[in-house]
């Protein structure tokens, strides 16, 4: 049997070096760990390369004593079989570098390309990974973006776009959960005992692009504050400081109940799992063609009650409600607050079994990731 050795591109360069500020960056670790699980590959490496030259990683990924490998992308090139675009993006010189030794390249996805390059087109913004003449042997493609961004990719790539499964692992959250509980001793997780009629709910949407906005949440929650206010002790908003000042967003909120009665508050960018095991009893989000969010995992995670709009969670993870219908989402909020602590049990079970199916050694997932690894030798 035919063994790979696989590459991974890896930015140990960027502006803000938190794993947290990023899902891109958990995701490829994740990947990392999946193939080093599968028996199909010889050896993986994260390769990088940028002004630094840097093979290690900075303090804040918190990626210490986890059995990495990094290498600047020269010293590896040649003995790759397989070199995936991960977070940096592969140049049209790497790519023949690859193919001189009949080397494949593959582009992992893992972000909607289409929607941020719209927005990037029709709003004047800084482009974002903009297309440089190279062409893959394959687009890898996680289900979320598939709807949206399979034709984008497979015409201006030139090869199949093929979904593979999302996968994630509680390894970041359990480092943060660590930290908490030596340094704090503060515990992580939701507790059903907690008797106050009142609930804490917090969103955590980034409000960086039209796919994970909180404007959705805010919505639910003023419907439900104006239906049951006492079941309603507040609201935090993560990801909105910085826009308090945005006129749009300043006009909305600021005719909302929530706002007058002191309820809601904008708050900055937190690791989800600290913000969670100090303040929250709820999490609430919407998204937009992005349903497998890792935010989602972290609550789940925790056993809190975690109400969605996405189609692609199987049916009884979570609460759902439909899509952009916020009337629907006050209803299953209140019915959250009021009854789920008595099946709180149930909930946790089947939010573990559906994060098990998520591990990056788990033998279904390393089973589709091989398969797209000999279909590219095929």
């Known amino acids: ?31 990392f760990t999946l193939f080093e699980h599968s028996n199909l590959v010889e050896d993986v490496v994260l390769v990088s390369w940028g002004p630094e030259k840097r093979t290690t990683p900075p303090e804040g990924f918190m990626l210490d004593n986890l059995g990495l490998k990094f290498a600047y992308i020269d010293d590896v090139i040649d003995e790759l079989d397989v070199l995936i675009e991960g977070t940096l993006t592969i140049e049209p010189h790497q790519k023949e570098r690859m193919h001189a030794h009949n080397g494949k ?6 972000g909607n390309d289409f929607i941020m390059d719209m927005e990037y087109f029709i709003f004047e913004k800084p482009a974002g990974r903009t297309f440089n003449g190279v062409t893959f042997d394959a687009i890898w493609m996680i289900p979320q973006h598939e709807n949206t961004c399979r034709s984008y990719f497979s015409i201006m790539y030139c090869c199949e776009s093929r979904v593979v499964p999302a996968i994630w692992s509680p390894l970041f959250c359990d480092k943060v959960i660590k930290r908490l509980k030596e340094q704090h001793n503060l515990e992580f997780g939701y ?14 949407e980034p409000n960086i692009n039209v796919v994970k906005t909180s404007f ?26 910085d826009k308090k000042d945005n006129p ?7 005719r909302t109940q929530i706002v007058k009665d002191n309820v809601m508050t904008v708050e900055d960018r937190y690791q989800m799992p600290d913000f969670l095991t100090r303040y929250v009893d709820v999490v609430l989000s919407h998204q937009w063609e992005n349903g497998l969010n890792y935010a989602y995992n972290d609550a789940l995670y925790g056993g809190y009650p975690f109400i969605h709009n996405s189609k692609l969670l199987p049916k009884g993870i979570g609460y759902y409600y439909d899509q952009f219908d916020a009337f629907e989402g006050a ?16 909930y946790v079970k089947r939010a573990n079994e559906y994060l098990d199916s998520l591990l990056p050694d788990n033998p279904v997932n390393i089973y589709h990731y091989e398969k797209e690894l000999k279909r590219l030798f095929e």
């Open 1 to 31: 049997m035919r063994k790979y050795k696989v590459g991974i591109t890896f930015n140990l360069e960027p502006k803000i070096t938190d794993i947290w500020s990023n899902g891109a960056n958990q995701n490829i670790i994740h990947l």
């Open 105 to 110: 390249v593959v582009c992992y996805k893992i």
């Open 191 to 204: 507790r059903p005992e907690r008797r106050e009629k009142g609930k804490r709910i917090a969103s955590f």
């Open 216 to 241: 959705i949440p805010i919505l639910i929650v003023e419907q439900a504050y104006r239906t049951e206010p006492e079941k309603i002790k507040h609201y935090y908003a993560c990801n909105t400081y």
């Open 248 to 254: 749009t967003f300043f006009n909305f909120i600021g």
């Open 331 to 346: 209803k299953v909020l209140l019915e959250v607050i009021e009854h789920h602590d008595r099946n709180h049990a149930d």
